[in-house]
């Protein structure tokens, strides 16, 4: 398999309660992006974190990256039961670029 | 269009059998990703599509994987002699730039299963 390391699998929390999953990767990357994927459906982009970045915001999100470590974040405040979904980090490597490594995902449900 | 479309939505196949998924990329979009996602896993990477010269398939399985993409929009995944353990989504998505740098758009996918 060619997939990353995410944790934890899954996460069950209540509307409003912040959201932390967690991303390893083995080489060096050119980028780092975190996609959602509603059930049954595609993916769709969140946030991508270059490799020269250690932390970026967009909205609720909150990314950061750590390259001595190999491990990024993603922080997903305030959450709402729309946030119900699965989510993936995907790793561009620095040589090539062409191949996108996903994670295995972290199962998110958030209880209204 | 506006995003990436994939047809069919869902195909049922005998084992042995071949089959054609096809994708629609954005317009004028540069860089074409086959994917496959078993249920419950992310997706993994089949190929990549740089106009259209397919620049790394080393995610391909078997050689009973094939993709093009000979206009450099369209392309085409083929699979031959489907086997049970073909069975997944497969995910095409695009990007405006060349290789895994930017955003991908991803289509909605084509479920295969092969009986």
């Known amino acids: 398999s060619q997939q990353g390391e995410e944790d934890p699998q899954a996460l069950s929390i209540q509307e409003g309660e912040n959201a932390t999953m967690n991303c390893s990767y083995k080489t060096s990357i050119n980028n780092l992006q975190w996609y959602r994927q509603n059930s049954g459906r595609g993916l769709v982009h969140l946030i991508l974190i270059r490799s020269n970045e250690r932390e970026k915001h967009s909205g609720r999100l909150r990314v950061t990256l750590d390259t001595s470590k190999k491990s990024s974040s993603l922080l997903i405040t305030a959450s709402r039961a729309a946030d119900t979904a699965s989510y993936f980090c995907?790793?561009?490597?620095?040589?090539?670029?062409?191949?996108?490594?996903f994670g295995a995902g972290t199962r998110l449900f958030v209880k209204a | 269009g506006a995003g990436v479309s994939q047809s069919p939505r869902y195909k049922v196949a005998k084992r042995g059998q071949d089959v054609a998924l096809r994708c629609d990329p954005i317009?004028?979009?540069?860089?074409l990703f086959w994917y496959q996602q078993a249920l419950g896993q992310g997706p993994e990477f089949l190929t990549y599509f740089q106009n259209e010269a397919q620049l790394d398939k080393s995610g391909l399985p078997s050689d009973r994987f094939f993709a093009e993409r000979p206009e450099g929009s369209v392309s085409t995944l083929k699979i031959q002699r489907t086997q049970q353990e073909d069975s997944a989504v497969y995910l095409c998505?695009?990007?405006?730039?060349?290789?895994?740098?930017?955003?991908?758009?991803f289509g909605p996918g084509t479920r295969l299963t092969v009986l």
């Open positions: 317009s004028g979009h540069v860089s």
């Open positions: 998505a695009s990007s405006a730039t060349s290789g895994g740098y930017n955003e991908q758009f």
């Open positions: 995907a790793q561009t490597g620095n040589t090539g670029g062409f191949k996108t490594i």
